[in-house]
């Protein structure tokens, strides 16, 4: 595991530190200064790290997964499938679907990464990582996700899956991403949003159709992999 969030003592360790810091003082001035250079510094290791990963997937979801949950078992095979077609995988490197999408690249033929983030509960690193970073600031971890990965996969999950979701969806949305589908696994669970998303977001011309059909929904991981070979072969490097 590489920890590449350095160590900047109470004042700079934190996002939370970051976010509370609003007063207008000398001290907090220079606390911002500080913050910016642990900020940049985090983001130039992250790009050396992962220079060589490509070509990625990343596999997001619930760090709360139990292990009997038929999704936990359908991200390791998903995983696994993935890898020995020569994607390798990225994940955020702790538990519940994190685990099993590692898991299963781990148990096939390429590279596992995993995107750790310091938090004060839950986040513990999971043990099936060729590569491992640990990240102070979700906004820098969110970029290595962004710029490291060519397709994603969204497993179940809470408010930490459907920001990075959503996120994803505005870069694309907004140009600032090439346009490439979102692949939502889970029907079952993925459903309801869908059903909001088309009968708010899209009824009242907050988005558009074409915004929409970004969203690609299955429970199949054979599905999952013909999409990415598909958006995989359309890439420069695909055809090379």
Not at 215 to 238: A, C, F, M, W
Request: aromatic share 12%.
């Amino acid at each position: 595991m590489i920890d590449i969030s350095g160590d900047c003592g109470d004042y700079y360790d934190s996002e939370h530190e970051l976010l509370q810091s609003h007063h207008n003082n000398h001290r907090d001035r220079l606390e911002d200064i500080w913050r910016v250079h642990m900020i940049q510094a985090e983001i130039v290791e992250g790009f050396e790290a992962l220079r060589t990963v490509e070509p990625a997937v990343s596999i997001l979801g619930s760090a709360r997964m139990k292990k009997d949950n038929p999704y936990y078992q359908k991200c390791v095979e998903l995983g696994r499938l993935l890898s020995d077609n020569g994607f390798s995988i990225v994940t955020g490197g702790g538990g519940g679907i994190m685990e099993a999408g590692s898991r299963g690249g781990f148990e096939g033929k390429s590279k596992v990464i995993g995107l750790n983030i310091k938090l004060p509960h839950e986040q513990a690193p999971n043990i099936y990582q060729d590569l491992g970073l640990n990240f102070n600031y979700f906004f820098v971890r969110k970029l290595m996700f962004a710029k490291y990965s060519f397709a994603f996969v969204f497993m179940p999950g809470g408010f930490g899956t459907l920001d990075e979701l959503f996120t994803v969806l505005t870069l694309i949305q907004t140009k600032k991403m090439e346009r490439f589908p979102m692949i939502l696994f889970g029907s079952d669970f993925w459903g309801g949003m869908l059903d909001w998303v088309k009968d708010q977001l899209l009824t009242n011309s907050y988005i558009s159709q074409k915004d929409l059909e970004l969203l690609h929904v299955t429970d199949d991981p054979n599905y999952v992999l013909k999409e990415i070979q598909s958006i995989y072969r359309r890439l420069p490097e695909g055809n090379s």
